[in-house]
């Protein structure tokens, strides 16, 4: 049956190279993945030896020198003798818990491949390729088909596996991983993203270590505190030099990397949803599909790695009219007013807003249900009279006769105990019904595995999205998933429930958007609690975090850019002081911090005096003016803002290097201080490029390699925003 034997699959891209060898036994081994190689197999690289409790697979027979334990794998099976960390965990018929994949069969297609029912790259060219790799264990015919997805004008590879019982007996599968990385040589920094609400995406950078470490998350969604993110790179690589890896996780539940460097000194990574509570049963003849990783390669450091996600994401992930159309700036109420609003107020505020050029409003929380607090409402998807006399089309009509667009909140995937909804449907949350289950925020989960909860939420929104005219929708979700469980599914299917449940998210999201293709939704939870690709495939843009200040937000946006392009990173200028941290921080601050996201307000605009809101107006026009710029360009970091002690700065690149925009805030103010002096990047070294707003010329090659000097300026966090535009 096993075929292909010491068969080389080789694929050399642009940029990278990717290779593995089927060996004498039908072992789909690892050979390299880097930089360009051609015409050479790399199997020279791999010098078996006998190492004492390593064993050695049947057929090596007398050969002790071969062990699973050992050698750089594609795809390691489970309970066979390789003990690192594996990608599948089974519990097969016989009471067994082996896996053992051998080589079956590979083939190449000229196009990119769709997952069902879950977010993956996509492509538009016609120019992807997918190689599909056929494995199977040759007692239980559990199959791991491999697929490999190649946009090589951005060094991406993607990959997920689908698992499919080609036997006759059940097989369940209790570990259902998506990749591993075999790294056979070299030491590793892991460079990943922790957090927590009001703070997501901390960059940190751990030095290569024995042992295992894990990224995850159990929380239900991909959670504010461990993003499924990571990044492997040499010890000496910075910005622009080294060897880096990354692997981003196309999903937004329960999620796990391991990165092990074994007694060997091999370093393995390996991604998908996490184990705990996962269990999937697999008939004859069944498949389960693995949600998608993004891998991508740089030669050249973070910079470019992050830039390869950057165009990955804008091209391939984003879809819908705003991937490209210009993103309305937007004035959201929730910081302005709480939940204490009515009609009379939130007009105002579109009002003054819309004298100030901002195009849209956005209706936070508390419009609809009985809710004035979090203690009720969530799940009454109908608008609350009291506070919106005339309901929401008398509302929806006056603003936009204001000349402004219209936007709601939602938080379809919860439900308060004091609801309609929850006093007839008991049975739809997540609940062990003979436990109390947890609350947060006082809400419960529902059950988003139950196709008549997707039917619910459906029918309550294309009521309220038919009945007027909402052009955006922020999806919210505000809690962790805990007491999972659903009453829908039988005792032994109830492994399935976690990621059923980002299933059902996935197609409530889908059906909404075939039915309005011109709807932006904005992603949130909390903040920036679910801030992944999977969800950035149906929401071009998500709330970053709920903390609005602009100084902790640097190091949030910059920890959010290793991976995500500054188009899905919402940020709004907030009051000051700010609500979350109390800091004073200027308008002008505020706004070029703001501006470095999916632009927009949220605040009591009718509260600022003349001069701010002169100054808003400007802010606007700036925004609009750089909007193609900002979104589009290449995005440099210019600083370390993890370890900004002086000051932080960033830069955008027009895409045909014509125009950059510099960005730099001063973080604290010196007497007698140190100048400032930042190296650009990105910019065509023989082109000439003024500065805005002033005679000076520079050329290309003096600003990138000699720099430019700013001046300090005094006082808390003083901003400077530099443009400069090709003259020659
Ligand atoms: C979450 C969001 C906020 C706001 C509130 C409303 O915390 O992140 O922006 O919408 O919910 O309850």
């Known amino acids: 049956m096993l075929s292909g034997r010491n068969e080389v699959i080789y694929s050399s891209y642009k940029n990278t190279t990717y290779q593995m060898k089927v060996n004498e036994y039908g072992v789909l081994l690892h050979l390299y993945y880097g930089r360009k190689i051609s015409d050479v197999v790399m199997d020279y690289t791999l010098k078996n030896y006998d190492r004492g409790f390593s064993g050695n697979p049947y057929e090596a027979d007398k050969d002790r020198t071969f062990s699973l334990d050992t050698v750089p794998q594609e795809f390691p099976g489970t309970g066979v003798g390789d003990y690192r960390i594996n990608c599948v965990n089974v519990e097969n018929a016989d009471g067994s818990g082996l896996a053992d994949f051998r080589y079956v069969s590979h083939k190449i297609r000229d196009s990119k491949y769709f997952i069902p029912g879950l977010p993956a790259v996509y492509d538009e060219t016609d120019e992807a390729k997918t190689l599909i790799i056929l494995l199977e264990d040759p007692v239980t015919h559990l199959q791991a088909k491999l697929f490999y997805g190649v946009l090589e004008d951005n060094d991406i590879i993607t990959r997920t596996v689908v698992y499919i019982n080609n036997g006759k007996e059940d097989i369940k599968l209790t570990k259902a991983y998506s990749a591993c990385l075999d790294l056979p040589f070299g030491e590793w920094d892991l460079v990943h993203f922790h957090g927590r609400h009001c703070m997501e995406r901390q960059m940190e950078r751990v030095s290569s270590m024995n042992g295992i470490k894990s990224i995850e998350s159990k929380r239900g969604a991909s959670s504010h505190h461990h993003n499924p993110f990571v990044i492997l790179c040499e010890p000496n690589t910075n910005e622009e ?19 092990e460097t ?3 000194g091999a370093t393995r990574v390996v991604m998908g949803i996490h184990e705990e509570h996962f269990g999937w049963n697999l008939s004859a003849g069944e498949s389960f599909y693995a949600p998608e990783v993004i891998l991508t390669y740089s030669a050249h450091g973070f910079e470019k790695l992050s830039q390869n996600y950057h165009e990955t994401i804008r091209t391939n992930i984003c879809r819908g009219k705003y991937k490209v159309a210009r993103r309305p700036i937007l004035i959201n109420n929730w910081e302005a007013t709480y939940f204490d609003f009515d009609e009379e107020k939130i007009y105002t505020i579109a009002k003054s807003a819309s004298e100030l050029g901002i195009e849209m409003l956005v209706l936070d929380d508390g419009w609809f249900g009985v809710r004035n607090n979090d203690f009720a409402g969530l799940g009454d998807w109908f608008v609350n009279e009291e506070k919106l006399k005339g309901g929401l089309p ?4 006056r603003v936009n006769d204001l000349g402004m667009k219209f936007g709601i909140w939602v938080e379809p995937e919860m439900v308060n105990e004091d609801t309609n909804l929850y006093r007839e449907h008991p049975e739809w949350v997540l609940k062990v019904p003979s436990r109390n289950p947890n609350r947060s925020r006082y809400q419960l989960v529902l059950d988003m595995s139950r196709p008549e909860v997707i039917d619910y939420l459906f029918d309550c929104y294309t009521k309220i999205f038919d009945s007027t005219n909402i052009e955006y929708v922020k999806w919210d979700m505000n809690r962790s998933i805990a007491d999972v469980f659903s009453t829908n599914l039988p005792a032994n299917r109830q492994g399935e429930v976690y990621h059923r449940y980002v299933l059902g998210v996935y197609e409530l999201l889908d059906r909404l958007e075939k039915r309005y293709p011109n709807l932006l939704i904005e992603g949130c939870a909390g903040g920036g609690g679910r801030f992944d690709a999977g969800m950035l ?17 640097l190091q949030i946006q910059y920890g959010t850019s290793f991976g ?13 002081p700010n609500h979350q941290t109390g800091r004073n921080t200027s308008l002008e601050t505020r706004g070029v911090v703001a501006m470095s996201g999916t632009f927009g307000y949220e605040l009591d605009l009718g509260l600022l005096g003349e001069e701010e809101k002169n100054e808003v107006k400007a802010q606007v026009e700036t925004f609009k003016r750089y909007y193609d710029l900002i979104q589009d360009g290449k995005y440099y970091r210019l600083s370390n803002a993890m370890d900004a002690i002086d000051y932080c700065a960033w ?12 960005n730099m805030v001063q973080i604290r103010p010196r007497a007698n201080g140190r100048l400032i002096h930042l190296k650009f990047k990105g910019l065509n070294p023989e082109a000439l490029y003024q500065l805005d707003g002033s005679e000076e010329v520079f050329n290309g090659a003096a600003l990138m390699y000699g720099g430019y000097t700013f001046e300090r300026k005094a006082g808390d966090f003083p901003t400077y925003q530099l443009h400069f535009i090709r003259v020659k």
């Not at 495939?537 to 937000?553: G, L, N």
């Not at 995500?564 to 000051?576: E, I, K, L």
């Not at 830069?651 to 510099?662: I, M, N, P, R, S």
């Open 241 to 259: 030099y080294g060897d880096c890896y990354g692997m981003m996780f196309v999903y937004s539940g329960n999620h796990k990397t391991q990165i």
């Open 262 to 264: 074994d007694q060997t």
């Open 394 to 397: 008398k509302l929806v009509k």
């Open 537 to 553: 495939y149906y929401t071009p843009q998500i709330w970053c975090s709920d903390d609005t200040d602009a100084i902790e937000r």
């Open 564 to 576: 995500y392009p500054v188009s899905t990173m919402g940020a709004h200028v907030s009051a000051s």
């Open 651 to 662: 830069q955008f690149v027009a895409k045909d290097q014509g125009e950059t925009l510099v």
